[in-house]
């Protein structure tokens, strides 16, 4: 196997359904822009209130992914 090198960053994805729906949603985004994505962990959740009910599920991730140099990670993938 050859020596890789990966980038982490962090993302908070948002959901009015639930807290899985907003880590979905954060890596859906992320993988619109970002290839190779590897591994995404759930870091933080929380939830948004108003009038004591809750109205949103917030979920923050950590993605990884290869690292080919910095005119590569932020290239748009082709849909």
Do not use: N
């Amino acid at each position: 196997m050859a020596d890789s090198v990966y980038k982490v960053i962090e993302l908070i994805g948002t959901s009015a359904e639930s807290w899985e729906k907003a880590a979905a949603t954060a890596v859906k985004q992320a993988s619109q822009t970002i290839r190779d994505l590897r591994i995404a962990e759930v870091v933080e959740l929380d939830m948004r209130l108003d009038d004591d009910k809750v109205i949103s599920y917030r979920t923050k991730v950590r993605i990884s992914f290869k690292y080919h140099g910095v005119e590569a990670w932020c290239e748009p993938q082709s849909l």
